[in-house]
């Protein structure tokens, strides 16, 4: 097991979002995080890399806590946020060695864990390059090169799709796929359901801050009798909360 979530209440200031959240994730393994907007998606992911406190309840990353194992807990993942965060002043050569210094990697070993990334997503002739003359695109990818450069447990993803164009998106599913077999665990909040349901192993539906459906396709198809569902017709039938109201 990679990450569990245990008994987690959590929110802003002493309003709680997030009500007795429980689940786990397994060692290569990928799950999507669904929900509508305001579910508690962002806010679950915040409390797990350790930017909220959690109010109640326990979070682990290979057995490591966050507030007793502070610098294995934060090695045990990376982090891609849905805007991307680069700095202004640092050229992408520069992100990517920052980036292994966080990971006690060499600059020399980044780069060499970076260049196959470079080149599947066509930034290896761009190492020079300040963000200022990245598209908001090219932005996503330098992300996704900083994060997939360390050989990590975790990877978490906050709708990694915004931005890509469909052969970086294509890309970015060979490189989950390939960090999957080699063991790491992936959870990924996102809205496109229909890509999501060709490549994630279980679903998590967030409504209102509580976990309401927990399982594999079928598992949540069986749960509301619904055998030939989609992962779009399963997502409005839970968002709606009923029963009876899916066409």
């Known amino acids: 097991m990679t990450l569990k979530v245990s008994n987690l209440t959590g929110g802003y200031s002493s309003q709680p979002v997030l009500h007795d959240l429980n689940f786990e994730i397994q060692s290569g393994e990928i799950v999507g995080l669904i929900g509508l907007n305001g579910a508690g998606k962002s806010t679950t992911i915040k409390h797990i890399i350790g930017l909220m406190k959690a109010m109640k309840g326990e979070i682990t990353i290979d057995d490591y806590k966050l507030d007793t194992d502070m610098n294995d807990y934060r090695q045990s993942f990376t982090y891609i946020p849905e805007m991307p965060v680069l700095y202004d002043a640092l050229t992408l050569k520069e992100h990517i060695e920052l980036t292994g210094m966080a990971y006690g990697l060499s600059k020399e070993i980044a780069l060499q864990n970076a260049q196959p990334l470079?080149?599947?997503?066509?930034?290896?002739?761009?190492?020079?390059?300040?963000?200022?003359?990245?598209?908001?695109?090219?932005?996503?990818?330098?992300?996704?090169?900083?994060?997939?450069?360390?050989?990590?447990?975790?990877?978490?993803?906050?709708?990694?799709?915004?931005?890509?164009?469909?052969?970086?998106?294509?890309?970015?599913?060979?490189?989950?796929?390939?960090?999957?077999?080699?063991?790491s665990s992936i959870l990924m909040s996102t809205h496109v359901l229909a890509t999501a349901q060709q490549y994630c192993d279980r679903f998590i539906f967030l409504q209102e801050g509580r976990v309401i459906a927990i399982g594999t396709i079928d598992d949540i198809r069986a749960q509301f009798d619904m055998p030939d569902a989609s992962l779009d017709d399963l997502y409005i039938r839970l968002a709606k909360g009923a029963d009876d109201e899916l066409v």
């Open 118 to 183: 470079l080149e599947m997503f066509r930034l290896d002739n761009r190492l020079d390059w300040l963000p200022i003359h990245f598209s908001k695109g090219m932005k996503q990818k330098v992300m996704l090169v900083c994060a997939f450069l360390i050989e990590t447990s975790l990877y978490v993803i906050d709708e990694p799709f915004l931005g890509l164009d469909p052969l970086a998106i294509h890309d970015l599913i060979e490189t989950l796929k390939v960090k999957k077999e080699a063991g």
